[in-house]
């Protein structure tokens, strides 16, 4: 069965700081990725994903994530931090063939500090 | 273009009393999704549509849960009789194509069961 882990619920940077939000992902066939973004009172959106493309994904607002099958990690990145970027992040996996599925991970609430 | 459409943001009712929630997806997606998510946690599927067939419902409880999609485009998700554990957010949304294309959501149903 497909999962993905999100460490870290809650995230704390300062305003120009980097972005580090942490994704482990398990899946028995090489998986779809994705990274959706969801700011107070309103539904998520797609970030970035992957698709076995480039292993380097540029996504909006300044964020890209890198896939490393070795480390089975899709974390997501941005090199500043701007107050705007306070939201909720969701990580998830697809699986690429078979029955398929996406499961979402718990979410990384990210907080940006001025 | 309009996005996926949910009615009503925010519900309170009595527990055992039924609830129903409406959708209307982005014109053309052929896939609709109902997702729960309670506070803290990742959206979970409840059920997922392709056109009007239910193909994955596996999640939806379905002694107290129903939904349909008749024609293939909006959906509604009825609930019956609620419980206090139904309390959450209820999220709907849609792709073009199955579960490996870009989801977009709507802003979600807030479910207050008392």
């Keep these: 069965a497909q999962s993905v882990t999100q460490l870290g619920s809650h995230v704390s940077v300062s305003e120009g700081a980097l972005v580090l939000l942490r994704c482990n992902y398990s899946s028995s066939v090489p998986p779809y990725l994705f990274w959706y973004v969801q700011y107070p009172n309103q539904g998520l959106q797609l970030l970035l994903k992957y698709t076995s493309a480039a292993t380097l994904v540029k996504g909006i607002n300044g964020f890209e994530a890198e896939f490393k099958k070795s480390e089975t990690s899709f974390h997501l990145t941005k090199p500043s931090a701007h107050m705007s970027d306070a939201a909720e992040y969701f990580c998830a996996v697809c699986n690429s063939g078979g029955y398929q599925k996406v499961t979402f991970g718990i979410g990384t609430k990210l907080q940006v500090i001025p | ?114």
């Design chain 2, 1 to 114: 273009e309009a996005g996926v459409v949910q009615s009503p943001r925010y519900k309170i009712i009595e527990k055992k009393q039924p609830v129903a929630f409406w959708c209307n997806p982005i014109s053309g997606h052929n896939t609709l999704y109902w997702y729960l998510q309670n506070l803290g946690q990742g959206p979970e599927l409840l059920i997922r549509y392709e056109n009007e067939e239910a193909v994955d419902d596996s999640q939806l409880p379905k002694d107290r849960f129903s939904a349909e999609r008749l024609k293939g485009v909006d959906s509604t998700l009825k609930i019956q009789p609620a419980e206090l554990g139904d309390s959450a957010v209820y999220l709907c949304a849609s792709s073009l194509g199955g579960v490996r294309d870009t989801q977009y959501f709507g802003p979600g149903t807030r479910l207050t069961v008392l």
